[in-house]
């Protein structure tokens, strides 16, 4: 919300500094995003008298200094033609000091043209040679600095400004006119230099988002007086009865409704200083009608809405008009000030006569009865509505608005008639119109306004400060909060500008706030927690995911974290085309951001694969991990089942390319295998099988899924062609690994037991076999191991071999074997016997013949 | 013979000078020292001199072979000495050719972040607590004191599922709950890390996923003087001992009192600039007094009971840590990135 300094003033003795403002109003929580300066001095950088040393700016500053000896106020006493330009015109101006003559093109002062002395001369911004303002022409703001020029045969050297050049607005349609009575001669900035803060008002704060608003904490939290605006009118048309009725179907959503009426009006411009203050403070001025609305919504809080009086007279045909709130019949529609139809839903509360709706309460307003040009007559609402159905209204109707931004934050119906009276007096010292006598007034349901009741002790129990019971009442009863206090006991009444105060333990802790803010956060001590110790839990899943974490990145591997969103499209690419899915339903998004984000995923590995496919044109290496969550829907419970997934990539070189002779192998099925043995190893989990598996993302015959014990975990493969060709990838071999880290995990015993370490030498020896080809070297190692017993500690393979020497169909597994006790050393004729042990039971077992 | 001896050893003496290498200086050995070298021969022919020749040659004789026998012995020594010197030249290597390339793994930026607040933490005494991402609304909004339709709920762009009432949590806060009413009414102090989701269009400076961490705080004397003596520990610690750190009050539906932790911008030393957005300040973290009604449906009855929550953002702390511009790069992955941190 924009705040002109000028507006605070009027209800607020201020004497700090601008930027002191900016920053008292941040630290209470009013936080002032920038500050504009339009006229008024820019800070020099250091602001005095501040604790904690800061030096810096504190608030972004912008905005143009208007120079008190270069732009003033001055007096233009004729407009002429140009004599070489029909789209010129010549002034003749005085600036207190001197005439001179301008030569402009600003349309605003041609219907001024060859009219002779103008008996009421036209007030302007008067910029003089050398004044720096803002370039008029240029897109944004950028400085320029006057300087003398021949315009078509007229020197000019000076200029009236725009609100663009000043830095008031954009609008570079034509020069300013000031209000007849600003003083000729005047500094500009005097007469109407002023800065501008820019607040960013909390969903709580509705109270603050307005003038009064602030000005009233800006009070609070400098001592100073607040003056309230006044709510007197004068009154001497017909009593209001005898114009208009009203009748309230739903209190609970629309608690108060006032009616005030003018006539004899005439919808002109607004004053200059009433346009500027709106323009300033981001509103567009209209008519002086609408612009009185808007003035006392922003000045007060409250939003008013006019109906033509006549619109909705002769909706009546001429019978004394009533208004109704009331929620829609089925079917009903109204076509909105912004030209749309707009259905309504059942919770949509309406503003109608008896003919039908004229308006969404609190949101938006009607085209038929809107004020235009021709209105002579007003019909002036100030209405309280429920905030919560105000913004479920705004949801639903997709919709924004100055009311709706204030009525959704919740504004107290106290302030309807305020409102009302305070418009209602504008509009009649502005027009001149005459004002119903009294206001029409349904007030079936008044708020109560929280009594709260607050010890020193809450304040200690939750400030950890020490307050004396009038030190609280001072505090709260300078944010205007009725206070009594009886012994130890405030009794804080809330004040009717505010709802944002509940009761007992919640209005506690509301005060609690009241009085932090104004005390100063700044002020609390820092202390540290004396409570009692909570009893301690461990987290041995994440203790062991970081484990895992850790040791993934030991073996060279570069964690990544990818999207969890994701399509169903985009997920399929890890399978092979016209795949079946799995069957888990998916988490859709109700509201999706983009379309190739719309479901939780169901595969890490097609996440992984993603990344992989970004990086291989940056790197011919690649070797990632990732540890996360997919989101299976399942059928009975809407909540998905969150499973923890860790997914390995690998492609490209063994070793990273270097100037010196490289390993130039390819990682292949055997560099992943080793990291998941190694992984699994390093949890200490025990009974784990690769075993030969089919799954449409890997090479049929490069594929395995891993076991513990008779647990599956997962599968790891090389990623089958038909997948690779789904991503922009190189031929490159690319290896994968998709384990249910979850399950692991969960196997990972809490202790284990270390193997003694050997005092005696152990005996190494070699064992090469020639078996069948289709035979597996897991079911080879097994047996050796079993024939092997307990002296046999070691088996390694070191070489396999197939060629002419051992024939087709065969290969050679040749093993280095360790045979070790642990209390002697073994003898020749031990080691020997266990030899002998083995070979036969291999050539029994698996026919395999001992290769020589 | 005498002057034949002295003769020898000068000669002996030049020519070990011009014997550069082993086999030269075996040949002067030969020549010189051998049997059948010329110092052989006079002490073969010794005996044949007269006895008081003898005596004076013997010793001579003797004399000039211990000189050249120790004159071999240093000059072999200095040949080795030469020789090892020479193959050292020859094996020297150009240092500035570049070392051999290890690939190696790095734990994710944002993962790194996370683990050092979390390590913070824990030395505090906060344990962590996980919950799910797929969450409920009444977890993230409802019993954090946002009933339906509550205009607070604005303050949270939401993803919502096709499943009435279940939503991406769009903060880590649904965790407090689940905690509270897990241990109530033991008291509580743990951390909340997690991802959270925003319906929000991705730009350089917002993701529709993010990790946050939370903090929760609960027990029978927990003030909000605690809650600033502990985040300004924390920031001391995460920051460095000199951070200036500032408190100011906001609003969070969840929390009341509420306040907003700033820190001095280390980009320029809170001056002014593009990172502060020309204040001098960096939002760090969001904080306050968990709201009685929070606090009563985690099941602590909040007469007696108080505590603080707070919550940060580790990609947004990493990036302002290390300038970088667009918050993108952390679920982009591109391994150039990545391989900075």
Known sequence: MRVPFSWLQDFVKIDISIEEIARRLTMAGLEVEEVQYVGLPLPSGKTEGRAGGHSGPETKTTGLAWEPDKIVVGSILEVMSHPNADRLVLCRLDDGEQEHTLVTGAPNLFPFKDKGALSHPLKVAYAREGARIFDGHSTGQELTTLKRAEIRGVESYSMACSEKELGISDDHEGVILLDEDAPTGTPLVDYMGDAVFDIAVKPNTARVASILGVARELAALTGAKLKEPSYNVTSKGSPIETLVEIEIQEPELNPRFVLGYIEGIATGPSPYWMQRRLTLAGMRPINCIVDATNYVMLEIGEPLHAFDYDALASRTEGAKPKIITRLPESGESLTTLDGEQRQLDDFTVLVCDTAGPLSIAGVIGGAETEVGEQTKRVLLEGAAWDFINIRRTLSAQRIDSEASYRFSRGVHPAMADRAVRRALELMRSLTGGTVAQGLIDAYPLPPKDPVVEITPEDVQRWLGIDLKPKEMAEILRRLQFEVETKGNTVHARTPDHRLDIGEGNVGKADLMEEIARQYGYDRIPETLITDELPPLYGNPDLVLEERVRDLLVSLGLQEVITYRLTSIQREARHLPPASPRDDKPYVHLANPITSDRVVMRHSLLASVLEIVERNAHVRDRIALFEIGPVFLGSEEGALPDEVLKLVIALTGPRALPTWQDTDEGRMDFFDLKGILVELLKDLHLENIRFEPHEHPSFHPGKCARVMIADKHVGYLGEIHPLVRENYDLPETPLMAADMNLQTILAGVPERYDLAQVPTFPPVLEDLAIVVEEELRAQEVEDQIRSAGGSMLVDVRLFDLYRGDQIGAGKKSLAYALTYQAPDRTLTDEEVAKVRGRIIKHLEKKLKSKLRS | ?341
């Open chain 2, 1 to 341: 013979m005498l002057d034949r001896l002295d003769r020898i050893e000068k000669d002996a003496a030049r020519a070990l000078i011009a014997a550069k290498d082993e086999a030269a200086l075996q040949g002067w050995k030969t020549k010189f020292l051998g049997r059948s070298s010329e110092l052989g021969e006079i002490f073969d022919g010794l005996r044949e001199l007269p006895k008081e020749e003898r005596r004076a040659v013997g010793k001579r004789v003797n004399e000039v072979k211990t000189s050249l026998e120790s004159a071999h012995q240093a000059r072999l020594q200095e040949l080795h000495h030469d020789s090892m010197m020479q193959s050292l030249r020859e094996e020297r290597l150009d240092v500035t050719l570049p070392g051999r390339p290890i690939p190696r793994g790095r734990i994710h930026p944002a993962n790194q972040t996370l683990r050092q607040i979390l390590a913070i933490w824990a030395d505090m005494g906060f344990q962590v607590y996980r919950s799910r991402d797929v969450e409920t609304d009444e977890y993230n909004f409802g019993l954090l004191n946002m009933p339906p339709h509550h205009p607070a709920r604005d303050m949270w762009d939401t993803f919502f599922t096709n499943e009435p009432g279940i939503v991406l949590r769009t903060h880590t806060s649904p965790g407090q709950i689940h905690v509270m009413r897990e241990r109530a009414p033991e008291p509580v102090r743990v951390v909340l890390p997690g991802m959270c989701y925003r319906y929000e269009q991705i730009t350089a400076r917002a993701e529709i996923q993010f990790n946050q961490v939370e903090g929760l705080a609960v027990g029978r004397a927990i003030t909000l003087a605690d809650l600033k003596g502990t985040l300004i520990n924390f920031a001391r610690r995460f920051f460095g001992q000199g951070v200036r750190t500032r408190f100011r009050a906001d609003h969070f539906p969840f929390t009341e009192p509420s306040a907003e932790m700033d820190i001095e911008c280390f980009v320029c030393s809170g001056q002014g600039c593009s990172i502060c957005k020309h204040t001098g300040w960096l939002e760090i973290l969001g904080c306050g007094m968990v709201h009685p009604t929070v606090l009563a449906n985690g099941g602590y009855d909040p007469e007696k009971y108080s505590g603080f929550a707070f919550g940060m953002g580790p990609e947004r702390i990493t990036m302002l840590k290390h300038r970088i511009e667009d918050i993108r790069h952390f679920w982009a992955n591109d391994l150039r990135f990545l391989e900075q941190f």
